[in-house]
């Protein structure tokens, strides 16, 4: 006689799929590299704000920055929004709204979408001008949630011994919050038309920011947990320092 396979409901899988923290489903689940225990993203950012030690182990994570500890797990954020019905549309309708209620306005008007500006590897197309039209590429991350920022130079001495940035004709901007700071440094060198081969750094904060980090994560883990409340986001660029 065959054997009949078991089904299995959601909830036989909520120990691996829920938040040690918050007790519900792993939302942005990030792991910490040292004990491997996962967390939501957010959950584990605010705990790594009075504490340096994993909250389900109690191992320390870092003696100063536990945050540089955690990687996201886009594999099993995949497997959850197939397991659980609904909850992808869940979250992307409520980070929709937060960051819609938090957009800031200038001289009363809403800062206006920085269609131009793509995820990833893209340089925001040829020709692309503040407050243009962005084309369909422009358009691509329209219904990612949205975030303003601000662009200062800081006229710092660089490469050359000299400072050779200047400010932009429009330092407001708003783009999707995954755009990396990758393609801010990339948007920076087009608008101020940098040769290929001159480096920048972009900070928050005055701690220099990695390539790879989306706006979003800068906004949460930089901006936020320093206690700024303040709208837009503030990143300031320069030459990149050569300390040889």
């Not at 120990?15 to 993203?41: A, M, Q």
């Not at 692309?128 to 710092?156: F, T, V």
Request: glycine content about 10%; overall charge negative.
């Amino acid at each position: 006689m065959a054997a009949t396979g078991r089904r299995h409901m959601v909830r036989d899988f909520n120990h691996f799929i829920t938040c040690y923290l918050c007790r519900g489903y792993l939302i942005k689940p990030t792991t910490v590299t040292e004990c491997l225990h996962t967390f939501c993203k957010s959950c584990i950012v605010q705990h790594f704000e009075e504490s340096n030690d994993c909250p389900k182990c109690g191992i320390q994570v870092h003696e100063t920055n536990p945050l540089e500890m955690l990687r996201l797990d886009n594999t099993l954020e995949e497997i959850i929004f197939k397991l659980v019905p609904g909850l992808r549309e869940k979250e992307e309708q409520q980070e929709f709204e937060f960051w819609r209620r938090n957009q800031p306005k200038e001289n009363g008007q809403e800062i206006p979408r920085c269609q131009w500006l793509p995820d990833g590897g893209g340089d925001g197309g040829a020709g692309a001008d503040d407050g243009g039209d962005g084309g369909e590429d422009g358009d691509y991350h329209r219904s990612d949630p949205q975030i303003a920022i601000c662009l200062d130079c800081l006229h710092n001495t660089g490469q050359s011994g000299e400072s050779t940035v200047t400010d932009l004709m429009k330092r407001f901007i708003r783009c999707s919050s995954r755009v990396t700071v990758g393609t801010i440094k990339k948007f920076l060198s087009l608008k101020l038309k940098l040769p290929s081969s001159y480096e920048l750094d972009v900070l928050c904060n005055g701690e220099i920011m990695g390539r790879d980090h989306t706006l979003e994560f800068i906004y949460m883990t930089r901006w936020r947990l320093h206690g700024e409340n303040t709208y837009p986001m503030v990143l300031e660029y320069r030459p990149r320092i050569d300390f040889g």
